[in-house]
Each structure stands twice: as C-alpha cells, then as structure tokens.
C-alpha cells in the first residue's frame, strides 16, 4: 500500500513516509498528521494524557503509550469483553426451552442450588469446629496460640489495647 505525502503529493511505500517528512520537510511525524490528517489529539482514559501516534497510516494508539496505562486498559477491555459474553450467554440460557420445559437458566441455577448449600454446611462446619475445639490445657487452638505468642489468651488483654480502651472511655465519659 503506497502512502501519498500530503505536502508535496509524492507516493512512499509503506512506512518511508516518515522518512520523508524528517528529511525533506523537517516536521516529525505527530505534527504532520496534527497539520495535514486530523487535529484531533485523543486523551488516554487512563491518565489523560495526550495518545501516543502510532504511525501516520494507523494514527493515535488508545494509550499515551506508558506500560502501566496500556496494562490498565487491557485489564478494562478483557473484564467488557468477559462481562459482555456472559450477558450474551444469559440471554440466550433465559430464551433456550429444555425438553422438561425449564429454561437452562432455570436448570443450572437449580443444578448448583445443592452443591451450594453442601459447600455452605461444610465450610461452617470446619470453621466452627476448629475454633470450639478444646485441647488438655482447657484452651482452645486460637487462644493457646495468642497465648504462646503474646502472653495473653485474649487480644483484649494485650496492654495497648487496653491503654486504647482507656482512653477512649475516658474521652467519652470524662471518667477514669
């Protein structure tokens, strides 16, 4: 694809353009295109800065070309994209009629309902029985280990947290 210079009409290969304009007319590639294309300069939607020019074929990048804001938008384009198809998915699982008459929408949400609440039981399960579980000492796991490692079974034995209790009480009610 031949590029036509819009200064003095003659036609480059792909890319000797830029070439061109640095030795013949002496104006950088991004005032050209500001001059002779669009002055339109985009703004980064990260940090509002001016957009990096890609080329004078390509124009204006979607960045100002730093790692970190190309990185963000990315990270924004792939959570639309990602958010875009599932709403799709739904769509098309709430319309899809399954031979029983429910929509598969209705199926997997029903399908899971079990498998959640089983989970549900078993996490409260391992949570409450590890904290209730008492050892020989007559302690349990978590205030033996506050015990070992601060001196005292409670955090609201801890010396700092009473001083911070104190005080606030004392700022409250004026009392000691």
Known sequence: MKEQCLI?????SKGRLQVHLKKKHKQDPEKYYTNYISSDIPKCP????????ASISK??????????????L???????????ACRER????????LPDGR??????????????????????????TSLKKVGNDGLTNFKRSF?????????MKLPSSVQKLSTSYN????YD
């Open 46 to 53: 990260i940090c509002q800065e001016n957009c990096r020019l």
């Open 59 to 72: 124009g204006y990048l979607e960045t100002c070309g730093k790692p970190s804001c190309r990185a963000k």
């Open 90 to 97: 739904n769509k098309k699982w709430k319309t899809e009629i």
């Open 147 to 155: 015990l070992e490692k601060r001196g005292v079974d409670n955090p």
């Open 74 to 84: 990315v990270n924004i384009k792939g959570k639309e994209n990602h958010i875009r």
């Open 8 to 12: 003095c009409n003659k036609l480059f």
């Open 171 to 174: 700022k409250r009610t004026g």
């Open 103 to 128: 929509t598969r929408q209705q199926a997997i949400i029903e399908s899971g309902q079990s498998k959640r609440n089983f989970k549900s039981i078993q996490t409260g399960k391992k949570i409450s």
